[in-house]
Structure formats: C-alpha cells, structure tokens
C-alpha cells in the first residue's frame, strides 16, 4: 500500500511539474509575443523619425541657402552699382555726363 501511495504521489508530482512547465513556456511565448509587437512599433516610430530628421536636414540646407542669398543682396544693396541703378530706374536720374534719349511718338 505504500508503493502504491508513493506511486500516486510521484504521478501527482509529475503533473503538477508538467502543468508548471506548461504554465511557464505559455508565460514565456506570450512575453515574445508582447516583446515582438512592441518592437516592431518601435521599428516603425524610429522610421518615422528617421524621414522626418530627413526633411528637417533638407529644411535646414534649404534655409540655409536662402540666408546666403539674402546676405549677399544686402552686401549688394549697399554698393554704388545699386544705388545708381535704383536712381535711373525709380527716381529718373541721370549723371552729369550722361545723355538722355527720350523716343519720339
């Protein structure tokens, strides 16, 4: 009667061991399964970042370039050429040794 006890208990034993191994590799596949999705999220937020540092580079070079333009009309706008062009065509003026030739209708 005891082998027989000793039997059952083993039994027992073995499924309750069979039950926690089966309980922890359904704990570990869904862990994988969480950890998975959540990096693929990841992958798809840092790609998303990734474009948008892109544009704000192209953003940037862009501006840049504008800035380097806009320097270099105001260097122009303070030079004699500009403010001579600027006489003739807006105020009408002219040099003093220049000749005006105005068309005849």
Known sequence: MKEARKTK???RERLGNR??????TFVVLS????VNMRSASLRE???EYQMKEES?????AQEEQRAA???????YVQTKQYIEKV?????????????LLKPTQ
């Open 31 to 34: 862990m994988a399964v969480v």
């Open 45 to 47: 937020r840092d790609f």
């Open 69 to 75: 333009r806009l320097e270099e009309e105001r260097v």
């Open 9 to 11: 208990r083993k039994k």
């Open 19 to 24: 039950l926690a191994l089966v309980g922890i």
């Open 87 to 99: 006489a003739k065509e807006k105020l009408g003026l002219v040099n003093p040794d220049e000749i």
């Open 56 to 60: 704000l580079r192209n953003q940037l």
